[in-house]
């Protein structure tokens, strides 16, 4: 047996979807991707461990992968914070030597990548392996950096997906096909003027169910909205830095810094607040 046959024994080929979610939504997220299987006519079963953060659908005809790719793209699923197409299991994977192996599942793939990204799921497993993806990324990079499986215009992206510290999913997604943040979380960083950490909470919503274009349709500067029940104002502070024409309105005090302080008064020229009964200028709403 070479070393190759040997590696390769490490790796059995699946053909599916793989998707991240919240943990205890496993079996959601198995369901939706059945459904969307079963819609489009493509044959296989769905996978799924309580609290694990994955699950994913295997076909019975690799055939038919871009098929399921179609039916599922990941802006349509609703239990799915990430969505990539799945090519191997890795399993009994050797601690002293993790890299070569997925190197040689990746190579039996015949295709070449933009980029390699070591992912995990955010269960409490999931994240136990997070220290595990940050010391392998380097080394598997390198790898097949020297192998040449990694150009920069390569049209799709390698995930590999850890299970375990000897378990792997190797996966990949094209371009914009799959979340832009790693576990299709983002990693948002609480901004210091604004006036409570529920303004995290909108810019996720923002940043999530809304693509580009979206964002760029109804959040465009000059626009109105109103804030109902609005203090201390974090969500208004949203609106407010893109330039949103805002009524905030509610019985309890907003935050000083959205009240007209000097230090803020430029910034938030553009805030008009209500009270109860007032009625709202639409002009200008599209």
């Known amino acids: ?17 793989v998707v991240l979610c919240r943990a205890g939504f496993e079996g959601e997220a198995a369901g939706e ?31 038919t992968l871009d098929a399921l790719e179609a039916a599922t793209p990941w802006p ?3 239990f799915a914070r990430t969505a990539w197409s799945l090519h191997a299991r890795l399993q009994a994977l050797p601690t002293s030597d993790r890299v070569t192996p997925l190197l040689h599942a990746t190579q039996a793939q015949g295709q070449h990548y933009a980029q390699v990204l070591i992912e995990h799921a955010d269960s409490d497993g999931g994240r136990e392996l997070s220290a595990l993806a940050r010391a392998l990324a380097a080394p598997l990079h390198g790898a097949l950096q020297r192998a040449g499986l990694l150009h920069a215009r390569a049209p ?10 000897d378990a792997a999913l190797l996966c990949s997604a094209a371009h914009g096909a799959a979340s832009p943040w790693p576990g299709g979380i ?13 303004t995290l909470k909108l810019e996720e ?13 109804w959040l465009r500067p000059g626009m109105r909205a109103v804030d109902l029940g609005a203090a201390p104002g974090g969500w208004t502070y ?14 309890g005090p ?20 209500a009270i109860a009964g007032k009625p709202v200028d639409w002009r200008g709403v599209r």
Do not use: K
């Open 76 to 78: 349509q699923l609703i």
């Open 254 to 273: 907003m935050h000083a810094r959205l009240a007209g302080r000097p230090a803020w008064s430029s910034t938030c020229a553009v805030m008009a607040f």
């Open 238 to 251: 949203q609106l407010v830095r893109r330039s949103i024409h805002v009524s905030a309105v509610d019985n």
């Open 1 to 17: 047996m070479t070393p190759a046959d040997r590696d390769n024994a490490y790796s059995t080929p699946v053909s599916g979807r």
């Open 156 to 165: 799709r992206d390698l995930h590999v997906l850890l299970n375990a510290g």
């Open 186 to 198: 983002p990693r948002l960083r609480f901004p210091s003027a604004a006036p409570s950490r529920s």
């Open 33 to 63: 991707l059945a459904a969307a299987a079963a819609t489009a006519g493509l044959s296989g079963f769905a996978r799924a461990s309580v609290d694990s953060g994955v699950a994913s659908f295997e076909l019975h005809d690799t055939a």
């Open 205 to 217: 919503a923002l940043l999530v169910l809304l693509d580009e274009r979206e964002r760029e349709r």
